[in-house]
């Protein structure tokens, strides 16, 4: 297998110059394993080898020591603002047909630290929701707290894959779930988890959406489908996964490719969480690649443009033989918040499809420490406080008249906070539903447009867009 593997080292991605008559870049910033580190990460977690020592090789030397060049990386603000800057460096000259989106693969919840497990890691989907997250691939550590509690956590999709399900449902705020207050109170992820390869036993339909789509500013789809690997069935499948049948990886993307395809949809991504294995090295080699993500690349269809995996917590950005077809994409970005891929194509916008000949390149991008996002940060404080510790808005002294014998002062007073709390914590969760409310209807739009329905109904093909619609204007 290793021997299929003619894989090429893939460069950093150009500056985005501006975009040629008819076509729309597009960025594609990704993340897996992150498993809650909100929090700047601590010990071999924060310590990324980017570059051999004085021995020239990466990993230990014929002693047996280690002299790579190490860089201190990871935590949620310095995410944030590597985010920030890599949109920046697209969008530069790019022109107003630039799309950026930022996607994860799986495992960004699950096994966390305590400031985020403590709390079921809902602050952790508060910061991918800050980070603006558009989409998410499950992985098996979505799982640990059972499919019901995924499915909370998750973005609703209007009843469709059973994910219907209210953010506080289920759970009596404060105790066992919904933990924080004002700005932090939860309302679930703006963003939704995908899962094309697991099915219900007993209706056959995937469980959460197979696929998302999404859109360039002229009206380029691009779809996502997410998958996960196939042997978390027999290995260790986590309990509370309910009555669910896995089909295999590849099988579940091929069966979906050609539906997309016959909606007019040829940007096709993966987000799959299965991956490989590689010796140590840069970060953006693909040298020996072996494992699972080889198997399954060597599967899936030609009419796939990328796919960024997971689950292995290796770094490796790869252009992979596949049979029949051009070289494709591969990257995986460690794990822990180490880094960010960032994945930048080119869509023809007259037939939809990724322009290789064009922009078509990834890049691992190390996530260091040097101007964290301060909004970012400050979640990431709320939470290492804990809702319990936080410093009420008067100050921790008595309230006023408080201690009084015979006066109903403080009781006034504290009613009168009590009021204006409990209003501005409303406003906040009513805010943030009816944003959630919005992305949701639009996805349910956008679910009916490309064929799908509740279950048991099967609709027809989506009707083709009128000629003045922003996908066929210049």
């Known amino acids: 297998m ?3 593997v003619a894989a ?13 008559p008819g076509k729309d870049p597009v960025q594609v910033l990704a993340i897996n394993d992150f498993h809650g580190r909100i929090s700047p990460t601590t010990g071999n977690e924060s310590r990324l080898p980017t570059a051999p020592g004085p021995d020239g090789v990466f990993g230990r030397g014929g002693g047996g020591e280690r002299d790579d060049v190490v860089t201190q990386v990871g935590g949620a603000a310095n995410m944030a603002t590597l985010v920030q800057e890599r949109r920046a460096d697209f969008r530069r000259g790019a022109g107003g047909s630039a799309a950026s989106f930022f996607v994860g693969v799986g495992d960004l919840i699950g096994e966390s630290p305590p400031e985020s497990a403590t709390y079921k890691d809902e602050p952790t989907v ?13 992985g098996n550590h979505e799982f640990d707290l059972g499919l019901q509690e995924l499915r909370r956590l998750s973005g609703a999709t209007d009843g469709r894959f059973g994910d219907d399900i209210a953010a506080c449902q289920g759970v009596t705020p404060g105790v066992d779930g919904c933990f924080g207050q004002a700005e932090h109170a939860f309302t679930g992820a703006n963003f939704p988890y995908l899962a094309a390869n697991i099915l219900s036993a007993g209706t056959g339909e995937p469980i959460l959406p197979p696929f998302e789509v999404l859109f360039t500013p002229r009206g380029v789809r691009v779809a996502l ?6 042997s978390t069935a027999t290995s260790e499948r986590p309990e509370g996964l309910g009555n669910v049948v896995f089909r295999e990886e590849a099988d579940a ?7 997309l395809r016959s909606e007019g949809i040829e940007a096709i991504g993966v987000l799959l969480h299965a991956g490989g294995q590689r010796p140590a090295g840069d970060i953006n080699g693909c040298e020996a690649l072996d494992g699972a993500v080889v198997d399954i690349n060597q599967r899936i269809t030609p009419a796939v443009d990328f796919i ?26 460690g794990s822990y918040g180490q880094m960010v891929t960032d994945v930048r194509l080119t869509l023809d916008r007259g037939t939809g499809d990724v322009d290789r000949a064009a922009t078509y390149a990834a890049t691992n991008v190390p996530v260091t420490r040097e101007a964290p996002d301060p909004g970012v940060r400050a979640i990431v404080d709320y939470w290492v406080a804990g809702p319990a510790g936080q410093v009420p808005a008067e100050g921790a002294g008595a309230l006023p008249g408080e201690g009084d014998t015979g006066s109903g002062a403080a009781d006034d007073n504290r009613l009168l906070i009590g009021v204006v709390i409990l209003g501005a914590i409303s406003l906040a969760v009513l805010a943030v539903a009816g ?3 919005a992305r949701r209807n639009r996805r349910r739009r956008a679910w009916e447009s490309y064929g799908y329905a509740p279950v048991g109904r099967v609709r027809t093909p989506p009707r083709v867009p009128p000629a003045d619609t922003p996908s066929s204007r210049d």
């Open 2 to 4: 290793i021997a299929l």
């Open 8 to 20: 090429a080292v893939v460069g950093v991605p150009p500056v985005a110059a501006a975009a040629p």
């Open 126 to 138: 508060e910061v991918l929701n800050a980070l603006g997250m558009d989409v998410a691939a499950v």
């Open 225 to 230: 489908i997410g998958v996960m690997r196939e």
């Open 253 to 259: 993307v091929n069966r979906l490719v050609p539906q």
């Open 308 to 333: 960024v995996s997971a689950d292995t917590h290796e770094a490796y950005n790869c252009m992979l033989p596949v049979p029949g077809g051009e070289p494709r994409l591969v990257t995986q970005a």
């Open 435 to 437: 944003n959630r409310r």
